[in-house]
């Protein structure tokens, strides 16, 4: 503590010693040019056009090398002869020549830059910048856009708008989460999801769900980011190169996606209210067989597999019931019983907004009920309330700003997904309901798939961000200020196990099978961030200065227990009511992060940018010794466009050079795993609880470090309604926190340790922006992204000895899978044929898996047009993918076994000379080298899956002449209406066939302002 | 910019501030540092508890993918009917290296020697406790590690035994042969039979190996090689100190006897996964049968295969099928009444048997042999030659431990009867499936496994 106020004491020495030196040298300046007759002290104001006043003014005499700049009540002095002339310059506004012309007092409006690079100020975590004067590379996407999308999570409404940015959604089934990555897969292990920060508090994208509880819905992943309404965002930033990112040093590897909610403005008190329903189905169904082709095939699997006689003895039937026992002309669409329906979404958003000059507010409430595509009444329901206050004081010097965000999520769901059911339910399979309204077990040959309806899976979270900045001018151009933020996410999951929803024939009842599953978890943070900057200007000389630190923690508890058997399944909820209660986990971490992190930015004659960032970092997911790492960048930009022979050019209205280098890191590797431990398992053998070794435990390793170099030119045209921004990139990750696979000799089957592994993410990014139009009338603007991503593998000690040598291979992607190569059916057999690339005669995985195929995207992005005319507007957006994915055949690729498949496996092979694409029938009883394994496993299970997706179309009417203050809007939305693709399976987005695909949605909506 | 450089020492102000006691945390509530586990007792049994409770729940002794069921389909004693692709390949002798039951038994099995050796090198290290208690808790790991190196190497044939927990070697480790790997076992059991030999180990109903739990593995290992004074020895140990229970229907309640060691089972109330798979409660829905030639092998009179054994038919009565009812109890049953038996006294009594006959003890050998036909209300045999009472020993093994363990398929390896028996049964046997193929994703990380076993 002493050592503290020692510290404070020298501090504001310093702040003394600013405040002495100040003044001396505006004396300097006044002393330079003493002898120039006549001077007069000129003062004044600045204001921008709606009257508030403008702090910061650049204010320069022309001809004379003297300037100043406006306090923070928009007045300045300066002293200059009756004839000078006065320019007043600031970023986002058009610099102003004012004449003197003998008066002593002048006050100026200065007007906004009409361009659209001035205008846009983007928030780069620490410190804004323009667009015009940025050296980072910093993709936006602003409201307006995120407006459009009738989407529950932030993520969704930036997929494919911004280049570099890679979000694939994980399942159609709300509440589900997304697969975030920016410019590739940096690491061969972990996470490659940014760093997320709301209003200035990280939040961690890891689900706290429980795999015992979640796993069958979501996938076991819940994106808190849910908890965020996309119509509360002002805007989400995303940095990317070194020089945006090495700020964030550890956690900036990734890239950082930071999120901006909306403030309230100066005006008015205005209401807003916002309504939408919405209409979704599942985007695509699959084509598969009916019964007859159906039974066919089953049929010709079990004769083929030599039980031919067999299917006529009757003591054989409960083998194959769906052949002997159930109706053979009974059919079902399974896809439209099970994952057919129509899910609504209704949304309701009420916001207050407005204040005076010096304080504003806003607060928002919004709720959102949406129902599934699966039987039954599933739904998912999010209330949300968003609130901010800003205030300053009188003389401006001291400002706070306050937000929070409230949201409250209860999911309740079917506890698996059915799409995979509804896939390859048999499709004679009998009645759902018995005469009784009861579940047909059909004498227990019948796994009925609405049994798992009775099994609920519940979901019940809150989250809390808040947010509070405080600072205060100690000078116009310093300033200090705190950032302190608190998160806390608690989520309640359960799940029921009903004995009434499972075959009666195993003889289960509530006091020995019925089961309830807890999972109770929470997590907080807490992160305070004093910061000091400084931005003197010394003539051609703009300088920023920012220095800050930050201390994190952060824990985390979960509690997942069990409780079985029940007196009857009415009171599973209920974990009192059962008889045993198992604790499955009882787990807390904490984690601890601590920083110190600067950045200075040089502007020279407002043309030659330097920015320079670093930041050391300490976290406690590292053992004693290594906890420490420093990172850092520069940038450099060069705005040739102001030099002389672009000065006045009539059509390059902008150009920039911009480059980057630096490092940053990664401590994404989860808490403690430094240590040698025993966990606790909640188990118990013989009365005594169990303690289980953790793994093998390494103390030495270290953060993976990743450095990024980017070039990029950015071009404006014809007073930039044409902006072109290209930027190439190359990031390269090492000393990669790998999960060395061990061998099962070890007892284990990882040690983390840091590899000498270096990864290489390459690519190149195109954004463009063109205003067709523009007029009073009529508007028609177009944009453009192009992502062409390229990632190797290009170092790699010892892979040919490593656990790796069978999975990576240097110069190639990370995402490469390697495969059999498939040489299809042999006419005379009827089995799958395989290149066998050892010669050795046998197709075996060691030596035959040579066929490479690489499952990233080849290129991404999209292009939107805008179109306004009159009170009409239309917005569309293409998202376009070009990739390869697995197909049906990953599942499955041989017909005859007791599951519903794709009509293509109908072209099997039936008898000698067929020439068939699919290997004869099996019903999966005979010996013998399971072929169809092996395709599943070849080139063959891999396909095209490129796509261009009409991600959203908009229509929008605003209502004409309701006054000033009324504002009526009314919009047809439609989500993923209209995919274009060759891919055979569900979704191209997303190539799996056990999650739900993605919904088409239309949405009706009214937008109400006063 | 002089400012700047004044600013300086700020960045180190700043740098000392975030200084690294921050970043110090306290290990979680539900991990303990490792060296902290052995350095009281409770803990070291709680390490302890976690090999018993793994052998229980998954692996080669009970479980769902346990030897009783598995090698029952791979040999002659029982019929598979679902259609588990795995087990399957078990059942029509069509296993491949990438089965996935093989990688199972693999991975946990070492995973289980880990944890034993790892509290063998605690042990070692500890300054907590008496030497009474290491003693004791060494005993009990090493019994443990020789054990499931007894399971692997009965399947797999030649495999690494691992007595370390260092990474480096174990990742790269190769395969013993089988007869030195049998050595280092009976040597481990030697040493865990001297350390827990009259320490007092609270075994519960015996449900906690003490040294005459590793004695019982001992005397079994011994007759596997053939060091038929040392089975005699052994076995005669444990016949002198535990009675053989003389009604069939309380062999398998947890009260049993004869019981040497046993595994508790997950709650109060819970009975044995035994009996829960082999059971044939519903037709269809049959799982495991058992085999017509294990039905036939029973003598008229033996009691055992009225009390042991049970068949069901389907509605109509067109299919009957014979399941093994050694454990009865099943999941709904209200109490606890079954635990999952590993050693029992009359497997001891076939070992003396087996070894006092090839010792030319034939008056003793005919005299254990007895005590296990008389309990299943059979009479004396009186056969003179060695090899007619091997024989009949053989046959008495296979008709009073079946469905425990795969006893029977490593007596068909041992005894070399393995073609003879299997192959006018199986269409697919070859000579070479004695042995299982080790797990082929094994063989990828570490090429030192490398040849596979022959055939596969």
């Given amino acids: ?1010 | 910019m002089g400012l700047m450089w004044k600013a300086c020492p700020w960045i180190v102000l700043l740098g000392t501030l975030g200084c690294s006691d921050f970043v110090e945390v306290d290990p979680p509530k539900n991990t303990l540092v490792a060296q902290r586990v052995f350095d009281d007792p409770s803990t070291v049994e709680s390490a302890l508890a976690n090999l018993y409770f793994s052998l229980r729940e998954d692996g080669m002794v009970s479980g769902n993918s346990g030897f009783t069921t598995l090698l029952g389909i791979y040999a002659d004693e029982l019929d598979y009917y679902a259609f588990n692709g795995d087990f399957v390949q078990l059942y029509r002798h069509t296993v491949t290296p990438q089965n996935a039951v093989l990688l199972g038994w693999w991975t946990q099995g070492y995973q289980v020697i880990y944890a034993a050796n790892d509290i063998i090198a605690g042990l070692e290290a500890s300054e907590g406790l008496s030497a009474m208690e290491v003693e004791r808790y060494k005993g009990q790991a090493l019994f443990v590690r020789a054990y499931v190196h007894s399971l692997l190497v009965g399947v797999f044939g030649d495999v690494p035994y691992i007595t370390t927990t260092d990474y480096v070697v174990n990742t790269n480790t190769s395969r013993l042969e089988t007869a030195l790997v049998y050595e280092a076992i009976v040597a481990d059991l030697e040493q865990a039979v001297a350390l827990m030999d009259g320490a007092d180990i609270p075994v519960g109903d015996r449900v906690v190996p003490d040294a005459d739990v590793a004695r019982a593995l001992l005397a079994r290992m011994a007759l596997y090689t053939q060091q038929w004074e040392l089975a005699a020895a052994t076995a005669g140990e444990l016949i002198a100190a535990f009675p053989l229970e003389p009604d069939l229907d309380r062999v398998f309640l947890k009260e049993s006897g004869e019981t040497i060691w046993q595994f508790k089972p997950g709650n109060d109330l819970s009975n044995t996964q035994e009996a829960n798979q082999l059971v044939i409660q519903f037709i269809p829905g049959q799982r495991f049968a058992l085999t017509p030639s294990l039905l036939d092998a029973f003598e008229v009179g033996d009691g055992r295969l009225e009390r042991w054994t049970d068949e069901i038919s389907d509605a109509d009565g067109t299919l009957t099928l014979s399941y093994a009812h050694k454990y009865k109890a099943l999941f709904n049953e209200t109490a606890s009444l079954e635990h999952s038996i590993v050693f029992r006294l009359a497997e001891q009594y076939l070992i003396r048997a087996e070894a006092r006959a090839q010792l030319g003890n034939l008056d003793g050998a005919r005299q254990d042999l007895n005590a296990v036909r008389n309990r299943a209300g059979l009479g004396d045999v009186n056969l003179v030659g060695q090899t007619e009472l091997l024989e009949a020993i053989y046959q008495e093994r296979r008709v009073e431990l079946f469905a425990e363990q795969g006893l029977r398929w490593m007596d068909l390896k041992r005894t070399g009867r393995a073609t003879e028996v299997m192959a006018p049964l199986k269409a697919n046997w070859e000579d070479t499936h004695v042995l299982l193929p080790i797990p082929e994703s094994e063989l990828e990380i570490n090429p030192n496994l490398l040849p596979q076993n022959p055939g596969y």
Wanted: glycine share 10%; net charge negative; with cysteine.
């Fill in chain 1, 1 to 1010: 503590m002493q050592l503290i106020t020692i510290r404070m004491r020298r501090a504001s020495l310093f702040v003394l010693l600013y405040a002495l030196l100040m003044p001396f040298c505006t004396f300097y300046m006044q002393a330079g040019t003493f002898l120039e007759p006549p001077q007069a002290t000129v003062s004044g104001t600045v204001t921008d056009s709606a009257g508030e006043p403008l702090a910061g003014v650049n204010l320069v005499v022309e001809s004379k090398d003297i300037g100043t700049m406006s306090g923070l009540d928009g007045s300045f002095s300066i002293t200059a002869g009756p004839s000078d002339v006065l320019v007043f310059s600031m970023v986002g506004f058009k610099t102003l020549t004012v004449p003197i012309a003998g008066r002593e007092e002048v006050s100026v409006i200065m007007e906004e830059d009409v361009t659209v690079l001035g205008e846009v100020v983007l928030n780069a975590g620490y410190y804004t910048v323009s667009e015009r004067e940025r050296t980072g590379n910093i993709a936006t996407i602003k409201a307006e856009m995120m407006e459009k999308q009738p989407v529950g999570n932030p993520l969704a409404a930036m997929q494919g708008q911004l280049s570099g940015v890679n979000i694939v959604q994980n399942t159609g089934v709300p509440g589900g989460g997304f697969t975030i990555d920016i410019r590739g897969r940096n690491f061969i292990n972990g996470a490659s999801d940014p760093l997320f920060i709301v209003d200035g508090v990280p939040i961690s994208s890891q689900s706290l769900g429980s795999n015992d509880v979640s796993g069958q819905i979501l996938g076991g992943n819940t994106s808190p980011l849910n908890a965020i309404n996309p119509n509360d965002i002002e805007s989400i930033e995303v940095l990317k190169d070194a020089d945006a990112t090495a700020i964030y040093g550890s956690r900036g590897a990734n890239g950082v996606v930071l999120i901006t909610t909306k403030k309230g403005r100066v005006g008015e008190t205005r209401f807003n209210a916002q309504m939408s329903s919405s209409l979704g189905r599942v985007t695509n169904f699959l084509e598969l067989l009916n019964t007859q082709q159906y039974l066919e095939l089953r049929r010709e699997g079990v004769v083929n597999d030599g039980f031919g006689d067999f299917l006529e003895n009757p003591a054989f039937d409960f083998a194959w019931p769906d052949i002997k026992t159930w109706d053979n002309d009974r059919y079902t669409d399974w896809q439209e019983e099970l994952i057919g329906g129509t899910a609504y979404r209704n949304n309701l958003q009420l916001s207050v907004s407005g204040g005076s000059e010096r304080t504003q507010f806003l607060i928002s409430g919004s709720y959102l009920k949406e129902t599934t595509v699966f039987p039954g009444d599933a739904n998912y329901k999010k209330a949300n309330v968003n609130s901010n206050l800003s205030h300053r004081s009188d003389n401006g010097r001291f400002k706070i700003n306050l937000s929070t965000l409230y949201t409250r999520e209860d999911n309740l769901m079917p506890r698996s997904d059915l799409t995979s059911v509804a896939y390859t339910l048999e499709p004679n399979a009998p009645e759902i309901y018995d005469d009784e309204g009861n579940l047909n077990w059909e004498d227990n040959t019948f796994d009925n798939p609405f049994a798992a309806l009775e099994e609920r899976f519940g979901q019940a979270s809150q989250t809390l961000i808040s947010n509070a900045l405080l600072s205060y001018a100690l000078w116009p151009d310093l300033e200090v200020r705190t950032s302190l933020g608190y998160n806390r996410y608690q989520l309640d999951s359960y799940r029921t196990l009903p004995s009434s929803a499972v075959n009666p024939g195993r003889g289960l009842t509530p006091q020995t099978y019925s089961s309830l599953t807890l999972n109770t978890a929470d997590r907080e943070s807490w992160i305070v961030e004093p910061q000091i900057s400084w931005n003197p200007t010394w003539n051609t000389f703009d300088v920023e200065v920012l220095l800050g630190t930050t201390f994190q923690k952060e824990t985390a508890q979960q509690f997942v227990q069990r409780g079985t058997g029940y007196p009857n399944d009415l009171l599973i909820q209920n974990l009192a009511a059962a008889s045993t209660v198992e604790v499955l986990g009882d787990t807390d971490s904490e984690y601890a992060y601590t920083a110190v992190f600067g950045r200075v930015n040089v502007n020279f004659l407002d043309r030659y940018i330097l920015n320079l960032t670093g930041r050391r970092d300490g976290s406690s997911r590292f053992g004693p010794g290594r906890q420490f790492g420093n990172f850092g960048a520069v940038g450099l930009a060069w705005l040739f466009s102001e030099e002389k022979p672009f000065a006045n050019s009539s059509w390059l209205s902008f150009g920039k050079l911009r480059g980057s280098y630096g490092t940053t890191g990664s401590d994404n590797i989860g808490d403690y795993r430094f240590l040698d431990t025993y966990d606790v398992t909640g188990f118990d053998y013989n009365g005594i609880s169990i303690l289980e070794p953790t793994g093998i435990f390494n103390p030495l390793f270290g953060w993976e470090s990743n450095t990024k170099l980017e070039v990029g030119l950015e071009l404006g045209f014809f007073r930039d309604r044409l902006r072109l921004e290209t930027s190439f990139f190359r990031n390269r990750s090492s000393n990669q926190l790998i999960g060395i696979p061990l061998a099962a000799t070890t007892g284990f089957s990882e040690l983390t340790g840091n590899f000498d592994a270096t990864v290489e993410n390459t690519g190149v990014e195109v954004d463009l922006n063109a205003m067709m139009f523009q007029g009073k009338d009529f508007g028609w603007s177009t944009r453009f992204t192009l992502t062409v991503p390229e990632n190797k593998l290009i170092a790699f000690d010892g892979l040919e000895d490593s656990t790796f040598a069978d999975r990576y291979i240097i110069g190639e992607p990370l995402t490469i899978v390697r495969l059999y190569e498939s040489l299809g059916v042999d006419p005379e057999t009827g089995i799958y044929q395989f290149e066998d690339f050892n010669g050795d005669g046998e197709i075996t995985s060691l030596g035959d898996r040579e066929w490479l195929e690489d499952l990233a995207p080849e290129f991404y992005g999209g292009f939107g047009q805008n179109i306004r005319w009159g009170n009409l507007g239309l917005d569309f957006f293409f998202q376009f993918k070009k990739q390869k994915a697995y197909n049906e055949l990953r599942a499955f690729s041989v017909p005859g076994a007791r599951r519903n498949l794709p009509i293509r496996l109908l072209d099997r092979w039936q008898e000698p000379g067929d020439e068939a694409t699919v290997q004869l029938a099996s019903a999966g009883l005979a010996p013998g080298e399971d072929t169809g394994a092996l395709q599943s496993r070849s080139n063959a299970a891999v396909s095209d899956a490129s796509f261009i997706r009409l991600r959203n179309i908009t229509l929008n009417y605003r209502v004409p002449n309701l006054g000033d203050r009324l504002d009526i809007n009314v919009y047809l939305q439609g989500q993923n209406l209209w995919t274009i693709t060759d891919y055979t399976g569900p979704d191209p987005e997303q190539p799996s066939t056990v999650r739900l695909p993605q919904l088409r949605q239309l949405t009706l909506g009214l937008q109400l302002g006063f």
